[in-house]
Every structure is written in C-alpha cells, then in structure tokens.
C-alpha cells in the first residue's frame, strides 16, 4: 500500500475542501426523517451534483470526476472534516449504485443514475422482512411472472428513508421451491405505484426514520430488474458487501468524530479517567482509515469486496458506539441536551444491527474467512 498522494489527488482534496468551506451550511439542516429537512436533503444534494461532487468516484458521464478509491476516501475525509450534511441519497449511491455497474444493463445505468446522482430521485433499501432482517434468504415476499413483468407481493419493513423516497430495491423470490439462497430475483420498484402503500415507522424521537412497504401485487416491468431472474443473491451480495465494506461507511465520518472526541476532552480540562478512551476512539478510527486505504489499494489492482467486508462491518460499527458513549460520558448530565452527540449516539446503536447484524458478520467470519464448520441451520 502506497501512502504517498500524487499531485492530481492533492488538487482534488484542496479543491473539495475550498468548496465545501464556501458552500457547507452554516447551520446544520432540519433532520432528514422529517418532510421539511428530507426536502432540504434533497436540495444539497442537488448543489453537490451541480459542483460535481455528489459521486466523485462515478464516470464523468454520470455526474461523476472518475475518482479512483483512495481520491474518493481524501474526499470523505474532506467532507466530514467540514461538517457537511448527511447523505439522504445514500442508500442510491453507495449501495444500489455500485450493483448497477456491475450487474446493470447500459440502458438502466442511463436511465437510473442521473436523477440518482442529482437527488431527483432518492431510493428506499427495501431489503429487511418481518421474519427475514438479517437472514435474508428466509424472505416470503414475492414475485410471479405477468405479460411484460412481474407482479410483486408481500411486506418489507425497515425500510430506510422509504417514509419519503421515490423508489426502492430488494429482492423477492420468484422460485418458491427452490431452497433458500435460490429462486430469488433483484427488483427495483416504484414507491408511488398503484399496489403499494408505505407506512412509517416512528422512531424514539417520534421522526420516521424507516417505514413499512406493503405490495399487493405491484407491477414492475422486465427493465427493472437487475441481473437475471433467479440470481438475485449474487447480485444482493454486491450491494451488501458496499454497505459493510466500503462505500456506506466511509473512515472520514469517524475520523472527524474522533476528532471531535478529542477535542470535547481537551474542553472538559482532560480527565484522566477518559483519557485511555479517548484514546482508544481516536485510535480505533484511523486504524479502520489505514485499513480502508489497504482496501481501496486492492480495488485498484483489480481485486474486489468479498467477505472481508464484514470485518468492517464489526470493527466500525462498535468503534461508533464506543466513540459516542465516550463523548456522553464526557459531557455528563448535559450531554442529555448535547444535540449532535445525542444523536450520533442514538444513530451509533443502531450499527451492530443494521446491513446485517453482528451474529450475521461473525458467521461470515468464521465460515467463508477461517472455513470453520457452517452453522447449523434450519
């Protein structure tokens, strides 16, 4: 792994960050679990795509600068560095986003990616069942074959930012006696079509940050799947190994976290009693930073995401938490009012359970990295 930055990446952080310190907002916008913040949201990602930052790592073609992965990752850095605004177009592009240039048509990369890229069209994850979270192979909704489609049906839950998106991905099976992991197939679906009705799920802060989708046999033409019919896992595990892997969960946002931390330490006249956390966090977050640039050098030699990604997965997910509950700590009986660490937090206790939770990494782990003996299963 080459540490050194060649000149073009320099220009490229100095540019992101000169652009971002103009034009980040000066105070931080309305949640985007709200209508009003969710349309804000929107609005920025706009503003990016018309800079051409909203997909640095994209083909020029599609809003993008052709970024390798270690400029993409300097620019992360840059932008959670300067306290930029949360991605509402996450789940579009840095999930379904890589699946469509790897398994997409030339057609449906024409067709989706723009308004994806430019926030006219935000995409729901439609991927958890009510008996089907992390062990998505035991999902029951479905789809039959019909003149010019499919029909599908069933009921998807957790679905993030489906309270207010415009269309969503997930996988039905379209084989109902073939085992399992088979018979599935990849659908993208309109969220407003006729058969489908979205129901929010209030969180703790009574904002819906997720939703339930009801399907009652909704139409979605041929050109909206993605991959062949029936190999739906594979394509799936795309995305899944982006979410755990590279993509979702950048090393910036903990690496300005941890920043912070320490920052908000040496505040409180650094106590000693929190200095081995802090320590620990800030640590924690640039080791996770050191082994995304290894990650991003193998994808630049032409290797791939695989089941290393859920290492990832686990490390920077308890690195979250970790980090945030130090910072409550640290902040004591105000740290109840303390807005943007209560929040982190909040969003942190959710890491070791969504994109597949922590008994779901640690099988991969130990079955597909160690080749220990496969989990008994029904």
């Not at 489609?149 to 993030?160: A, N, P, R, V, Y």
């Not at 979605?220 to 019919?229: A, F, N, R, T």
């Not at 290492?311 to 004591?332: I, M, P, Q, R």
Request: glycine letters at 10%; aromatic letters at 10%; hydrophobic letters at 40%.
């Amino acid at each position: 792994m080459d540490l050194d930055i060649d000149a073009g990446s320099a220009a490229l952080r100095d540019e992101a960050r000169a652009w971002l310190a103009e034009h980040v907002p000066a105070k931080p916008l309305p949640s985007m679990d709200t209508a009003e913040g969710f349309a804000r949201h929107r609005e920025w990602e706009a503003l990016l795509a018309e800079a051409r930052w909203s997909v640095v790592s994209w083909p020029e073609a599609y809003h993008g600068r052709d970024c390798s992965p270690l400029q993409w990752l300097l620019f992360e850095e840059e932008y959670y560095a300067a306290g930029a605004p949360g991605r509402v177009g996450q789940n579009g592009i840095f999930m379904l986003a890589p699946t469509l240039f790897a398994h997409g048509t030339p057609r449906q990369r024409d067709r989706i990616l723009p308004p994806m890229a430019t926030g006219e069209q935000v995409w729901a994850q439609a991927w958890s069942e009510p008996e089907a979270g992390s062990d998505i192979a035991a999902l029951r909704s479905s789809a039959v074959r019909t003149d010019g489609g499919w029909l599908l049906s069933g009921q998807k839950t957790w679905s993030s930012r489906a309270a207010f998106a415009d269309r969503a991905f997930g996988l039905f099976r379209t084989d109902p006696g073939a085992h399992r992991h088979h018979g599935l197939t990849y659908f993208m679906f309109d969220l407003r079509a006729e058969g489908v009705t979205v129901r929010p799920i209030p969180q703790l802060d009574g904002e819906p940050g997720f939703a339930e989708i009801f399907l009652d046999h909704v139409f979605v033409p041929d050109e909206d799947v993605l991959g062949e019919p029936g190999e739906g896992w594979r394509v799936a595990m795309t995305t899944a190994n982006n979410e755990r892997g590279l993509s979702l969960r950048s090393p910036g946002r903990f690496v300005a976290a941890s920043g912070r931390l320490a920052a908000l330490w040496r505040e409180h006249g650094r106590p000693a009693s929190a200095a081995d956390r802090v320590a620990d966090a800030w640590i924690g977050a640039r080791a996770y930073q050191l082994y995304t640039f290894g990650t991003a050098s193998r994808l630049a030699e032409g290797g791939s995401l695989g089941p290393e990604s859920s290492v990832n997965k686990l490390f920077w997910s308890h690195v979250d938490v970790a980090l945030h509950e130090t910072a409550l700590d640290l902040l004591g009986p105000e740290g109840e009012a303390a807005g943007s660490w209560v929040d982190g937090y909040l969003f942190s206790l959710a890491g070791p359970i969504y994109g597949g939770t922590d008994q779901i990494q640690r099988n991969t782990i130990a079955e597909r990295l160690l080749g220990l003996p496969r989990e008994a299963r029904r």
